[in-house]
């Protein structure tokens, strides 16, 4: 076969990207095609392969800008001759999955996420962004979800990373779509030593969506320790609780910062809502229980009462309850169970899922 990977945008190495090299290890021959590429911020194994991009990278400051530019990328997809490949993944979380296959080819779709800012998040995004923004999201938006609704038609098979997203892209397009865990880097912690000290963890990059807030409130109000690591902090944010010893801002962190977190800390706080959300398996593997939100990808990444337990309301008395009943049952967290449960999240497992996808295309 001769294969095409349609990515949304190639800025960073985050969750897509990584499950893009996953690809790369199945069909190493495969052409990318993106809108945005920045070659100095991606992996090697990425930058060996043909790279192909629509005329948004040619716009002005597109690697840093790309968002901006969302409303034209519909119409850069069709730039894309896709007509001499057998099999079309497109990995979704911008436009991409809009493109136009030769009408024998199979189309399968990893949609990492239906595009938030058009759909449930809208309101959220709307009230965080400036003016300019706005005004621009309320001109385009209705437009984008209508290409957003027709261009799931393009795709023979949706397959996603957990069962949240899944309900969303039944619910949007109404499609089915199959579950395939995105490959988390479990490997570099499951050998962490834990040696848990008094304080908890808030890791990820702070943005309005991952309510940091409640964290924050939450150990302000009960007294207990807790670190913040990762960028995006704001100086208000910072200011208020400055005068808080127990609250630590540390920023960006290295990996060998992180991996000294996960194994220090009591417990991870997971208080927002996420697709599915690598940072909760990656402190499982560290042998670090979660204390997470009920809802979204946690739904399928933490075991209840074995790798982490729940709260119920995004509130941060609902959080203090459960770190109470967390610190009472602290003792009973089983390191090789945690390490049991983060093997279907692994690299491996997701390359041996889809797999078995391609080859039931292949078997019709």
Request: charged share 25%; hydrophobic share 40%.
């Amino acid at each position: 076969m001769k294969v095409a990977i349609i990515h949304y945008w190639l800025i960073n190495m985050r969750g897509g990207e990584k499950m893009l090299e996953a690809l790369l290890d199945i069909f190493p021959g495969v052409d990318i095609f993106t809108h945005v590429y920045n070659p100095k911020a991606i992996s090697q194994q990425i930058n060996s392969k043909r790279v192909f991009t629509s005329s948004i990278n040619r716009l002005p400051f597109a690697k840093k800008l790309y968002q901006a530019y969302m409303p034209f990328m519909p119409k850069a997809l069709l730039e894309f001759n896709l007509q001499e490949y057998d099999l079309i993944i497109s990995s979704e979380a911008g436009p991409a999955k809009g493109v136009v296959p030769n009408p024998n080819a199979y189309h399968i779709c990893y949609c990492h996420s239906p595009m938030r800012y058009l759909w449930d998040m809208y309101h959220d995004y709307q009230n965080n962004a400036n003016a300019l923004v706005r005004y621009f999201m309320k001109k385009f938006t209705l437009s984008l979800r209508i290409w957003d609704i027709t261009s799931a038609n393009m795709v023979d098979r949706f397959v996603t990373n957990s069962n949240y997203v899944a309900k969303r892209i039944q619910r949007y397009y109404n499609r089915e779509a199959e579950v395939v865990f995105g490959p988390a880097p479990i490997e570099q912690y499951l050998n962490i030593e834990r040696n848990p000290l008094d304080y908890y963890l808030f890791f990820g990059q702070i943005t309005s969506y991952k309510r940091v807030d409640i964290a924050l409130e939450a150990c302000d109000k009960s007294g207990r320790k807790l670190i913040i690591a990762g960028a995006g902090a704001s100086k208000k944010i910072i200011n208020k609780y400055k005068k808080n010893k127990l609250i630590t801002f540390k920023g960006r962190v290295s990996d060998e910062e992180l991996r000294l977190l996960f194994a220090e800390a009591r417990a991870l706080l997971y208080p927002g809502i996420e697709d599915l959300g690598l940072i909760p398996i990656e402190a499982n593997a560290a042998g670090c229980p979660v204390i997470a939100f009920r809802g979204g990808g946690a739904l399928d990444t933490i075991k209840e009462n074995v790798t982490g337990i729940f709260f119920d309301e995004q509130t941060p008395d609902s959080l203090i309850t459960a770190m109470d009943r967390f610190e009472k049952e602290f003792i009973k967290y089983d390191r090789s169970i945690f390490n049991e449960h983060v093997k279907q999240f692994s690299k491996t497992a997701f390359i041996e899922r889809i797999q078995r996808v391609i080859n039931e295309r292949k078997k019709v």
